[in-house]
């Protein structure tokens, strides 16, 4: 199988109100990557500030640089799931916008992928964000990795390197969880991950707030492991239990005081109707509601399936 070095690389850049940056991503990335035969694909996750416009100005100049722009703001993962779909060369490396990996080190990555890798993982020799955000990834990867038993490239991020085939795949299953880390392991074992500099983000603020981080961690908790349900059943059972003892211990007399066992009775009652109504919420109103695609494409300069497109005013349509 040939490397990326070969056969040529799409570098995606995910873009959310990120007029500060597409210039200076753009740079570092022709530049670090000067030699290799490249595509740059920014996609614009629905940006309210002047990204897009900026994009429009590189792809005027730069034959090499297409890019995808939303309808709205549909978040990261549709946003670098739609350069996943769309991209051209065999290989795909993954570039925010921010650069907080400075692309050099991409190097690393192709390195490890000629070794006959299908994918191949940046790690964070150290780790250039808030406390906060270091310290909720380290308890995340524990929950994840250790508690649910969820295979995830130890310490593996965005910044990566993987096949385009395989990314697409992903893309493809549409998962209602698109968590590609989580995902990968499952259709591949030759992935692999590197050791990599990282840097504090020089301009704009992070677009990942704690609201989206939680339910990111959420999803992948619940989306890529039974442990949960299982966790919420089991206490099911045992409040059960627990009620017949009381009963059984009422109806004996053992359980001396009346007021203790319809306090105790109460206490259970409570618990199980929580979870009866939780597992009703999850299962049967959660599952059916209709959920619009992962993205919708209003402009771009390549051809995008029809299934993709909504509202389209300059897309590049297959004749
Ligand atoms: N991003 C995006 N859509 C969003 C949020 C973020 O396309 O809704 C992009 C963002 O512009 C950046 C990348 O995803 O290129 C990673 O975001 P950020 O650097 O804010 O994340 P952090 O480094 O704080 O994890
Ligand atoms: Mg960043």
Redo the contacts with the bound molecule.
């Keep these: 199988m040939s490397g990326p070095v070969s056969v040529g690389m799409t570098v995606v ?6 007029a500060d ?1 597409v210039e200076h ?1 753009y740079r570092e990335i022709v530049t670090a990557l000067s030699g290799h035969d490249l595509e740059v694909l920014f ?5 309210s500030d002047g990204t897009l416009a900026c994009l429009k100005d590189l792809a005027r100049t730069d034959p090499r640089v297409q890019y995808l722009s939303f309808t709205r ?4 993962e ?3 799931s739609a350069g996943y779909r769309y991209a051209s060369r065999p290989w795909i490396l993954h ?4 650069v ?1 990996f400075p692309v050099a080190e991409a190097h690393k990555l192709i390195a490890a992928a000629e070794q006959g890798r299908d994918a191949v993982f940046g790690v964070r020799e150290t780790r250039y ?1 808030p406390l906060v ?1 270091r310290a909720g990834a380290r308890a995340y990867h524990f929950v994840a990795r250790r508690v649910l038993g969820i295979e995830i490239p130890p310490g593996a991020t ?1 910044f990566r390197l993987v096949r385009t085939e395989l990314a697409r795949a992903i893309v493809d299953l549409r998962l209602g969880t698109p968590y590609f880390l989580a995902t990968v392991p499952r259709l591949t074992n030759r992935y692999s991950t590197v050791p990599v500099a990282h840097r504090a ?1 020089e301009r ?5 707030n704690l609201r ?2 939680v339910g990111h961690a959420m999803g992948l908790f619940v989306g890529f492991s039974n442990r949960m349900a299982t966790v919420a059943s089991v206490l099911a059972l045992l409040a059960a239990g627990l009620a017949g003892l009381t009963a059984v211990g009422a109806g004996t007399g053992l359980l001396g005081s009346t007021v203790v066992t319809v306090a105790l009775l109460y206490v259970l009652l409570t618990v199980l109707c929580v979870l009866a109504v939780s597992v009703r919420y999850l299962v049967a109103v959660g599952a059916s509601q209709a959920r619009p695609a992962l993205f919708y494409i209003r402009e771009a300069t390549i051809p995008v399936d029809p299934t993709d497109r909504l509202m389209v005013e300059n897309v590049g349509v297959p004749s």
Excluded at 95 to 98: G, L
Excluded at 204 to 208: E, N, P, R, Y
């Design positions: 850049v995910p873009c959310y109100n990120e940056n991503a996609v614009d996750d629905g940006s703001n549909f978040g990261f549709a946003a670098f570039i925010d916008a921010d907080q964000d955000r965005t983000r704009g603020a992070s677009k990942l989206w981080l």
